[in-house]
């Protein structure tokens, strides 16, 4: 089982290593389950093992082809820009009066 943190915990979502085993089985898994589009593709630390990069950067990010590590926590930094409904439609906002 792994943790997934998002945008300094906003989401923090637990998974199964079978399903996510690497960064990009990660980013999607998460995308899938909550419908999101991004501005930039994600950047994914493991945080689990300290501090080792820069958010504004980049540095120290994970390639999207790295295998994840069991029972390790990982953040997530992401531009959500628009959530999708079940027939991938965009969820607009609107003003309820």
């Known amino acids: 089982m792994i943790t997934l943190e998002v945008n300094n915990g906003t989401f923090v979502e637990r998974y ?10 990660l980013v999607r898994k998460f995308q899938d389950d ?8 994600p950047l994914v630390y493991d945080s689990s093992q300290g ?3 820069s958010l504004t950067s980049g540095a120290g990010s994970l390639p999207y082809d790295t295998d ?10 992401c531009w959500i820009t628009q959530q999708l409904d079940e ?5 607009k906002r609107s003003v309820f009066i």
């Open 68 to 77: 994840l590590v069991d029972d390790r926590t990982y953040a997530m930094t």
């Open 51 to 53: 501090v080792s990069g």
């Open 34 to 41: 909550h419908k999101f589009r991004f501005a930039a593709s």
């Open 87 to 91: 027939n991938n439609n965009p969820i």
């Open 16 to 25: 199964n290593l079978s399903d996510v085993p690497t960064v990009q089985d």
